[in-house]
């Protein structure tokens, strides 16, 4: 069965440090990945895609990047955080082939920016 | 533009009673109609999938139904364990879903 994991799962973190989140997935091969930023109270807003190693899209203008260095890992990052990028971060990911497009979402990250 | 709203956005109910949480969607084209069941603090759980108008799906106290423009989470005799933000997202065939804001589901002991 599949499996994904992110880490860490709190984090706080000073106006202007960098960030680094890492999710994993087990159980599969060549998934299609996400990040999605959900704000309290407030539905999912997708950050970025991808659908295989070195292939990213970017759904909204930020200061966050995304990197797949490895088929199954996906990292969110930033050089400078803003008090704006606080919320949970939740990676998900979909089978990229068959008939099957539901995605499946990892346990989150809350990300706290003081 | 796509879109996708729930109603209500909070829904209070006691033990036993049965109710029906409501997603409508406006998309250019749907490939599919997902359900989420989300607790405070963890990620979306996977619940259902519909495809086609006239669709049913069910698990446990849980249905879901879809027709063109909406679909509906029926929920018969909750327990208090069914309390949880409920979350519907549409695949407009794009790379990414289009997601509800949610309903906020308490069932009362």
């Known amino acids: 069965s599949q499996t994904i994991h992110q880490w860490p799962a709190t984090l706080v973190q000073p106006v202007g440090s960098p960030l680094s989140l890492e999710c994993t997935v087990e159980g599969t091969s060549n998934p299609n990945l996400y990040w999605y930023r959900q704000a309290a109270g407030r539905g999912l807003q997708l950050l970025f895609y991808s659908v295989g190693i070195g292939q990213i899209s970017s759904e909204v203008p930020q200061n966050l990047s995304a990197s797949r260095p490895q088929d199954r890992q996906f990292i969110l990052s930033s050089k400078k955080l803003l008090l704006s990028d606080s919320g949970f971060y939740l990676c998900?990911?979909?089978?990229?082939?068959?008939?099957?497009?539901?995605?499946?979402f990892g346990p989150g990250t809350r990300l706290t920016v003081t | 533009e796509d879109q996708v709203t729930q109603s209500p956005e909070a829904l209070r109910l006691q033990e036993g009673e049965s109710s029906s949480l409501n997603c409508s969607y406006t998309?250019?084209?749907?490939?599919?109609l997902f359900w989420y069941r989300q607790d405070p603090g963890k990620g979306p759980e996977f619940l259902f999938t519909?495809?086609?108008a006239g669709e049913e799906k069910e698990k446990e106290r849980l249905k879901a139904t879809l027709t063109k423009k909406e679909s509906f989470l029926h929920i018969t005799a909750p327990k208090p364990e069914d309390s949880a933000t409920y979350l519907c997202?549409?695949?407009?065939?794009?790379?990414?879903?289009?997601f509800g804001p949610g309903t906020r589901l308490s069932v009362l002991p």
């Open positions: 519909l495809y086609s």
């Open positions: 998900a990911w979909s089978p990229r082939t068959g008939t099957s497009y539901e995605q499946y």
């Open positions: 997202a549409a695949d407009n065939y794009g790379q990414n879903f289009v």
């Open positions: 998309v250019s084209g749907l490939r599919g």
